[in-house]
């Protein structure tokens, strides 16, 4: 049976993951010029197929194959393309922020009519 509370607990949890993963890119940023140092990144698309929602699988789809953990890459850090995904990053996060509203407004409607 769907509850609101179980889709406010996938969307928090959704938002939590985009909030690391925005840190790791920063950290990326952060090091660019450091020697040795190696990329870092959360590729969190196979945890959100498992998630049953329209918004989450078409996610998944989109960020492919993946584990929640930091994930190191031996690519050099490239400055542009992390910039690019930091915007990726901030998009997804709009989307969930958006999502969690919608549950918030339904919620209340529920409160309202029950009245």
């Not at 660019?32 to 870092?40: A, C, F, H, L, S």
Request: proline share 4%; charged share 20%; net charge neutral.
């Amino acid at each position: 049976m769907y509850t609101p509370f179980d889709s406010m607990g996938r969307v928090s949890l959704m938002m939590d993951l985009i909030a690391q993963k925005q840190r790791a890119l920063g950290s990326n940023i952060a090091n660019v010029d450091t020697p040795g140092y190696i990329r870092q990144d959360i590729d969190f698309g196979q945890y959100l197929s498992t998630m049953n929602s329209p918004l989450e699988t078409k996610l998944s789809e989109k960020l492919g194959p993946s584990a929640i953990s930091t994930q190191m890459s031996e690519e050099p850090v490239n400055s542009a393309n992390e910039l690019l995904r930091i915007q990726e990053n901030a998009i997804l996060y709009s989307m969930a922020t958006r999502r969690m509203s919608n549950i918030i407004t339904e919620m209340k409607t529920v409160i309202n009519v029950g009245k």
